[in-house]
């Protein structure tokens, strides 16, 4: 399908962080651009709001008559959703983000950032570095904003497109148990991958994680010839199935084998400093976000950067990169309390946002505000949820957010989460507040000036910070 023979477009859950980032491109296009959603306010309401669109908050129909293609995700229904249904059943061109998004990036050299934890940052920091090289790439990436850029799509001259390739299934109210399932990344034809971590993640699609490696391995073996596959060398899992594929692999990491090896590093409030080595010449760079996670994901951008373009290894900027929204991001001061928000929702991204916070806050109190995401990666992550807090010295909860996917499961809940984290670690002072509402009020009553609180979760703990702030 030529997605611009088409004029108008109408994107439902078009407030999504992915369908926001495609609207940037189809109005870079030339296209008209609307769509619906929920009421609520989402990450994506900066953006939205400077994009002045046209957004209905409900999903009647029929759907305006001057509307040629309509695009869908998984979300709020995925092909059962009344709006796509009536386009199908009035024969209306219909097709999923994962398709409209290939459709621009495969007419590019493209750059597909993929892994469990990561990929969101790399792709930003990657497109933060080619814009600051003037090479101004076409870009999708899945978050509420780029602070600096101020957009997270971008469709332009460029034969360069950096996309996050998100591993989760196309639709998920079409999974059919006898048949392969259909990632999302899977209609990417990139020229080069870059992947961070492998982890195994979305227990509701993926049954384990061999299923999980079948599939990033198939993806690998995707790349363009002459194309490259950037991964963590420290990931030995990763390593062996990225030795697989028949794509020039280039390695980062701490291991002295990797191809950049991270040499150096040293984090403390509001700075982190590393240095890295990469054939046989020594670097060094300095950013605002913490976490040695975040040092190699600098590693990552700048190692698949450097192969577009060698002045990446000086004159990336990273320097001033602020990271994304709900990625480490600073919310700032509320009531005299330092306050971050991020998406962290696996064991692994949990425990490296922890320990990052203590580096840079080593004396403080400091408060870990935490909502699972989905009652499936809850049950079946369990004990790595409880041991990824183990670094913490107190830990608060909101209720599970569930997925519109899955149905409520009883035998899990955030407070069997607490509990077992307190008999394990009891130490770990450790409490379910259940709502937004009632996490705010205990902020006001019980947090003191001076210290640190951090909200973890790819739910919508973040809209506490609202209620705090009116």
């Given at each position: 399908m030529n997605l611009l023979q088409y004029n108008s477009f109408y994107l439902v859950g078009i407030k999504g962080v992915a369908m926001t980032s495609l609207a940037q491109l189809l109005l870079d296009a030339g296209k008209q651009v609307g769509g619906s959603d929920v009421p609520e306010d989402f990450p994506t309401k900066f953006q939205l709001d400077l994009l002045n669109l046209s957004v209905d908050t409900n999903f009647n129909t029929p759907l305006p008559t001057n509307i040629d293609c309509v695009i869908y995700t998984g979300a709020h229904g995925g092909q059962t959703n009344p709006q796509v249904a009536w386009a199908k059943d009035n024969n209306l061109p219909t097709i999923t983000h994962a398709q409209a998004?290939?459709?621009?990036?495969?007419?590019?050299?493209?750059?597909?950032?993929?892994?469990?934890?990561?990929?969101s940052t790399v792709s930003a920091m990657i497109t933060w570095i080619l814009v600051s090289l003037n090479m101004s790439p076409s870009f999708s990436v899945g978050v509420g904003n780029i602070p600096g850029l101020n957009r997270t799509g971008a469709w332009t001259g460029s034969k360069y497109f950096v996309a996050e390739a998100d591993e989760y299934v196309e639709d998920?109210?079409?999974?059919?148990?006898?048949?392969?399932?259909?990632?999302?990344?899977?209609?990417?034809?990139?020229?080069?991958?870059?992947?961070?971590?492998?982890?195994?993640?979305?227990?509701?699609?993926?049954?384990?994680?061999?299923?999980?490696?079948?599939?990033?391995?198939?993806?690998?073996?995707?790349i363009d010839n002459g194309g490259a596959l950037i991964v963590n060398g420290d990931d030995p899992e990763l390593l062996l199935l990225a030795r697989k594929a028949s794509a020039q692999m280039i390695t980062y990491g701490e291991s002295p084998e990797a191809d950049f090896q991270l040499t150096g590093y040293h984090s403390h409030a509001g700075h982190t400093h590393l240095s890295f080595n990469y054939q046989e010449r020594d670097y060094e760079l300095t950013l605002q976000i913490p976490g040695r996670f975040n040092a190699l994901n600098?590693?990552?951008?700048?190692?698949?950067?450097?192969?577009?373009?060698?002045?990446?290894?000086?004159?990336?900027?990273?320097?001033?990169?602020?990271?994304?929204?709900?990625?480490?991001?600073?919310?700032?001061?509320?009531?005299?309390?330092?306050?971050?928000?991020?998406?962290?929702?696996?064991?692994?991204?949990?425990?490296?946002?922890?320990?990052?916070?203590?580096?840079?806050?080593?004396?403080?109190?400091?408060?870990?505000?935490?909502?699972?995401?989905?009652?499936?990666?809850?049950?079946?992550?369990?004990?790595?949820?409880v041991?990824?807090?183990?670094?913490?010295?107190?830990?608060?909860?909101?209720?599970?957010?569930?997925?519109?996917?899955e149905q409520a499961d009883p035998t899990i809940s955030s407070t069997i989460l607490c509990n077992s984290i307190a008999k394990k670690y009891p130490h770990i002072k450790t409490q379910n507040f259940a709502t937004n509402e009632k996490l705010a009020e205990y902020f006001r009553k019980e947090l003191k000036s001076d210290d640190v609180f951090l909200?973890?979760?790819?739910?919508?703990?973040?809209?506490?910070?609202?209620?705090?702030?009116?």
């Open positions: 998004l290939a459709f621009f990036f495969n007419q590019k050299q493209g750059i597909a950032v993929c892994g469990v934890g990561g990929k998920p109210t079409v999974i059919n148990p006898t048949k392969d399932i259909i990632p999302r990344f899977t209609y990417l034809k990139p020229w080069m991958i870059v992947c961070p971590n492998l982890k195994f993640d979305h227990p509701d699609v993926y049954k384990n994680f061999n299923r999980t490696k079948e599939v990033f391995g198939k993806f690998f073996s995707s600098a590693l990552a951008a700048i190692a698949a950067s450097a192969q577009l373009n060698p002045l990446a290894l000086t004159n990336h900027n990273l320097d001033q990169f602020r990271s994304t929204s709900r990625r480490f991001e600073n919310i700032g001061l509320i009531n005299g309390v330092q306050c971050f928000d991020d998406y962290a929702h696996h064991p692994h991204e949990i425990k490296a946002a922890i320990t990052a916070l203590n580096e840079w806050y080593p004396s403080q109190r400091k408060v870990i505000a935490f909502q699972s995401h989905t009652f499936s990666r809850t049950k079946q992550l369990f004990d790595e949820f041991d990824s807090f183990a670094v913490a010295d107190e830990v608060v909860m909101t209720d599970i957010f569930s997925s519109a996917r909200t973890l979760g790819a739910g919508n703990i973040y809209e506490m910070f609202s209620l705090l702030k009116n």
